[in-house]
C-alpha cells in the first residue's frame, strides 16, 4: 500500500457510466491527461468515516469522455460495482511524470500563506477550483470563522508563487474577500 502522505487527491468518482461496469471520473485539474501515466489509484469512499483507508483500485482501461473520462477497473464489470465507487481519488504521488521546472501539481500550493502587495498575509491556500475560465485559489483567511474566498489564477492577481517562501504573493486587496 502507498504510503497515505505519498498520495494526493486528483479528482472524484462520479458513480456508473452504463452498466458494464464502467466509472465517471472528474479530474480536479483542468488537464487530467496525467492521470494516463498512472494505473493504480486509490479510493477514499464517500461518506467520510473515521479510520478508514484508501482502497486500491488497479486501472485495466481509461478513457477520455467530453471533459471527463471514463474508467474501468479491475474486478468492476458490473453498474452496481461501479456505483459503489463513489469518493475522492487519489494518485500516488510518486507515480505521477516527472514536471518541467517552474510547474507544479495543485496539490503543492495547499497550505502556502497569500500576501499581498502591502504585505498583508491574507490567508492560506486551502483548495485550487475551476469556474470553466481559469483556476481559482481558494485562500482560507486566518481568522477561521471567516469563509474562504477565491482568487483568479491570472498573471494580473497571482504576481509569483515562491515554494521556498512557502507564499503566494498577489495583487489582491485585503478588503476585496
Not at 60 to 73: P, R, S, T
Not at 153 to 158: G, H, K
Request: with cysteine; charged share 30%.
Amino acid at each position: 500500500m502507498a504510503n497515505n502522505q505519498d498520495l494526493m487527491e486528483a479528482g472524484r468518482t462520479a458513480g456508473a457510466y452504463g452498466v458494464r461496469g464502467w466509472v465517471r471520473v472528474v479530474p480536479h485539474a483542468r488537464d487530467g491527461e496525467f492521470l494516463f501515466e498512472v494505473d493504480t489509484w486509490w479510493l477514499l469512499p464517500y461518506p467520510r468515516k473515521p479510520g478508514v483507508a484508501p482502497k486500491r483500485l488497479d486501472v485495466k482501461e481509461l478513457k477520455a469522455h467530453g471533459k471527463e473520462f471514463i474508467a474501468k477497473f479491475e474486478g468492476v464489470d458490473q453498474k452496481e460495482a461501479a456505483d459503489a465507487l463513489k469518493g475522492s481519488l487519489l494518485v500516488d504521488r510518486n507515480d505521477l511524470p516527472e514536471l518541467e521546472e517552474g510547474d507544479y501539481y495543485d496539490d503543492d500550493l495547499l497550505g502556502l500563506t497569500v500576501i499581498n502587495q502591502e504585505g498583508i498575509v491574507l490567508g492560506k491556500v486551502c483548495g485550487v477550483a475551476d469556474n470553466g475560465a481559469q483556476d481559482l485559489l481558494e485562500v482560507q483567511p486566518e481568522d477561521e470563522k471567516a469563509m474562504s474566498f477565491y482568487i483568479p489564477m491570472v498573471e494580473n492577481y497571482v504576481i509569483e508563487i515562491d515554494f521556498e517562501e512557502e507564499c503566494v504573493k498577489v495583487d489582491w486587496s485585503a478588503d476585496w474577500n
